[in-house]
């Protein structure tokens, strides 16, 4: 027993570099790729999964940023040790 080729209409392929998005698709959010604001520079160091799960959710519950509770964090911190 011999496999039929598919047959494809010319609408349900896409070619390389011509591909179009649905008419109804939602458009993409710009900001998630977003570059850093003028004055930021990038500070990059790994954590347990534990822990990144953990203040990602703590940052979300509270209405902030990742960066701003580091920086809330950090000057809270400092405040504590007397600097």
Do not use: I, W
Not at 3 to 31: F, H, I, Y
């Amino acid at each position: 027993m011999s496999k039929k080729p598919a047959e494809l209409s010319p609408g349900l392929v896409a070619v390389k570099g011509q591909a179009a998005p649905a008419n109804d698709m939602p458009a993409r959010a710009t900001a998630a790729k977003a570059k850093p604001e003028a004055g930021q520079d990038p500070l990059n160091f790994r954590v347990s999964g534990d822990f990144r799960r953990e203040f990602k959710t703590y940052a979300a519950a509270h209405d902030l940023k990742l960066n701003e509770l580091l920086v809330k964090a950090f000057h809270s911190y400092r405040k504590q040790q007397g600097d």
